[in-house]
């Protein structure tokens, strides 16, 4: 049985797919664009692809520049996200994240007038979370309040260690000293709305450091914690380094109980999980990330972003899944071209939605609720899909699994164990789904897939 829980979550929330959306199915032969509150919201998830270097364990999309042409990046975000907005036709976006990258280099006004282009085409309430990605250098908290002036309200701070050491060897470019005063000045400007990052399964690391680690952020920290295990990326200064054993990471046994360990630190402190990687107490879940989680509809913006929604303004009523173009000088060429640089559409089947929504609502402690899975599954039941399935019931017995009249999701022992149980709810509802067929014209080799923007 696999015991590595975060795995899916780092797949799940790279930068530039960071969640899934609402909208667009098949039920008994006619097309269905999803309920109004799905198709006419949505988030916004904005990528700056740019970094002043490379961490060693990184395989994100993002790049060194090699020229000043922030201020060209800029206008191309602004055209796309107008664009984007209006083929999506939302009236409301909900929250925005600014991810990459090291979007804490941008300069104020960046984000400033982007966030004046979402307003000018929707409505932005005063009340939606903003939140920016904050590399914890002194560079960086020196723009916190400028920051806060152009629109954030929220900040998620990449500390991923406290050890110097550790920082070192992950090719971080700030010290933990740095990273504390970080912390300070984001909670002094954001209270209650400040996140840290830390990342364990380090090399060298032991249960007994980390939580001792843990513990010690954790007097500090403010309301909002994201756990995230290391994992070895091919083509990575890491991995090459590993492989040659200049350096070794702790084992899948040891890195379970070092996500044990974590969960019982933070339940003694007052969060709560509420997603196989996030920890909140007061109230302080990203509300950004529980959409995708949710199945909401979110827009991506910037060189590599992804985004789930349906484009009404080409008369589209199925949800696609795109793409856009990875490099950022061709993704500029194409954005001052064509408005918008997306490389890739998917019209998602209705099995490639149900799995999507299965997959994102199984990562949050609260699993998925009827209601919710009727808004996507109008006559397939959770219970009609798992309540009779041999692979499902052994799940249910074993106590890692719940399905009641509350909805499905995993116990606290099953959460560790996501990637180990998913594969089996995967092959139930493909086979309910195939036993009740219905008109899909995506399905069968329909999909639309393409590699041009359109």
């Given at each position: 049985m696999s015991r590595r829980p975060l795995l899916a979550a780092r797949r799940a929330l790279s930068p530039g797919l960071r969640g899934f959306s609402g909208g667009g199915t098949i039920e008994d032969g006619r097309e269905w664009a999803g309920p109004p509150h799905l198709t006419k919201q949505a988030s916004l998830y904005v990528h700056w692809p740019y970094c002043l270097r490379r961490c060693s364990y990184c395989n994100f999309n993002k790049y060194i520049p090699r020229e000043n042409n922030y201020h060209i990046l800029t206008d191309c975000l602004q055209r796309e996200t107008e664009t984007l907005l209006q083929l999506s036709r939302v009236s409301c976006v909900t929250s925005v994240f600014f991810g990459g990258g090291t979007p804490s280099l941008a300069h104020p006004s960046t984000i400033a007038a982007l966030l004046e282009t979402v307003s000018g085409q929707v409505t932005l309430s005063d009340e939606a979370e903003v939140t920016l990605e904050v590399n914890p250098t002194p560079v960086g908290m020196s723009k916190l309040e400028d920051y806060c002036r152009a629109g954030v309200n929220r900040f998620s701070i990449g500390v991923q260690s406290l050890q110097d050491d550790d920082l070192k060897i992950l090719g971080r470019?700030?010290?933990?000293?740095?990273?504390?005063?970080?912390?300070?000045?984001?909670?002094?400007?954001?209270?209650?709305?400040?996140?840290?990052?830390?990342?364990?399964?380090?090399?060298?690391?032991?249960?007994?450091?980390?939580?001792?680690?843990?513990?010690?952020?954790?007097?500090?920290?403010?309301?909002?914690v994201s756990l995230y295990q290391l994992t070895l990326e091919r083509g990575t200064q890491l991995f090459k380094q590993v492989q040659?054993?200049?350096?070794?990471?702790?084992?899948?046994?040891?890195?379970?109980?070092?996500?044990?360990?974590?969960?019982?630190?933070?339940?003694?402190?007052?969060?709560?999980?509420?997603?196989?990687?996030?920890?909140?107490?007061?109230?302080?879940v990203s509300h950004h990330n529980m959409s995708y989680w949710k199945g909401r509809q979110y827009v991506g913006v910037g060189p590599g972003a992804h985004g789930r929604f349906v484009p009404f303004g080409e008369g589209g009523v199925l949800r696609e899944a795109r793409t856009q173009t990875l490099e950022p000088d061709v993704w500029i060429r194409e954005v001052q071209q064509r408005g918008h640089g997306t490389r890739r559409r998917i019209r998602l089947s209705r099995r490639e939605l149900l799995e999507e929504v299965l997959v994102m609502g199984m990562r949050m402690s609260e699993g998925i609720n009827h209601k919710h899975w009727e808004l996507f599954s109008p006559q397939l039941g959770l219970h009609e899909v798992f309540g009779?399935?041999?692979?499902?019931?052994?799940?249910?017995?074993?106590?890692?699994?719940?399905?009641?009249?509350?909805?499905?999701?995993?116990?606290?022992?099953?959460?560790?164990?996501?990637?180990?149980?998913?594969?089996?709810?995967?092959?139930?509802?493909?086979?309910?789904?195939?036993?009740?067929?219905?008109?899909?014209?995506?399905?069968?080799?329909?999909?639309q897939k393409t590699s041009d923007p359109q």
């Open positions: 470019d700030h010290s933990s000293h740095q990273a504390l005063q970080t912390i300070e000045e984001a909670q002094r400007l954001c209270p209650g709305r400040v996140s840290v990052d830390v990342m364990f399964g380090r090399p060298g690391q032991s249960v007994e450091s980390w939580g001792s680690e843990l513990s010690e952020l954790l007097r500090v920290c403010d309301d909002h040659q054993g200049e350096v070794t990471v702790p084992d899948d046994d040891v890195t379970a109980q070092m996500y044990q360990c974590a969960r019982r630190i933070l339940h003694q402190n007052g969060f709560l999980q509420y997603e196989v990687s996030n920890f909140a107490r007061n109230n302080g009779t399935s041999g692979g499902v019931q052994e799940l249910l017995q074993s106590g890692q699994l719940i399905l009641d009249d509350r909805g499905l999701r995993c116990s606290w022992d099953g959460l560790a164990l996501l990637d180990s149980i998913l594969p089996a709810l995967l092959v139930e509802l493909e086979t309910q789904i195939l036993q009740r067929p219905h008109r899909d014209p995506s399905a069968d080799g329909q999909t």
